[in-house]
């Protein structure tokens, strides 16, 4: 499976930002989609998971209520909508895959990395 990570730029606080990611291979054999983030200095963190068929939706609370998580299975493609955005929210976002069955908020969990992209939120 590969993922391609794909919105980031600069946005002001307040902002919004979509992120895409675009998943190849064998989709198949996933079950979970996820977002994840790692500022500067600090530990990769869980933003928000959804499930493939189900579209279940997880979230950090600290995202919860600002960001969506949704899936186009037409195009193999997961978003990441975050509005509201803060300085804080600045960070390199990561798409990853997992196989499942059960969703984690551990990024030991998931089997697949797409690449990064950096989301900069400027006060």
């Known amino acids: 499976v590969q993922l391609q990570a794909s919105g980031g730029g600069l946005v002001q606080a307040g902002g919004y930002r979509r992120l895409s990611c675009a998943a190849s291979?064998?989709?198949?054999?996933?079950?979970?989609m996820g977002w994840f983030r790692q500022a500067p200095g600090k530990e990769r963190e869980f933003v928000a998971a959804?499930?493939?068929?189900?579209?279940?939706?997880y979230y950090a609370d600290s995202v919860k209520g600002r960001f969506t998580i949704s899936r186009d299975s037409t195009k193999n493609t997961v978003y990441l909508q975050m509005n509201s955005l803060k300085p804080e929210d600045t960070a390199v976002y990561y798409c990853?895959?997992?196989?499942?069955?059960?969703?984690?908020?551990?990024?030991?969990?998931?089997?697949?990395w797409g690449q990064g992209t950096l989301v900069t939120v400027s006060s």
């Open positions: 959804i499930r493939w068929i189900t579209t279940t939706t």
């Open positions: 990853a895959a997992d196989r499942g069955p059960t969703p984690s908020r551990l990024h030991q969990d998931y089997d697949y």
């Open positions: 291979g064998q989709t198949f054999s996933t079950d979970i």
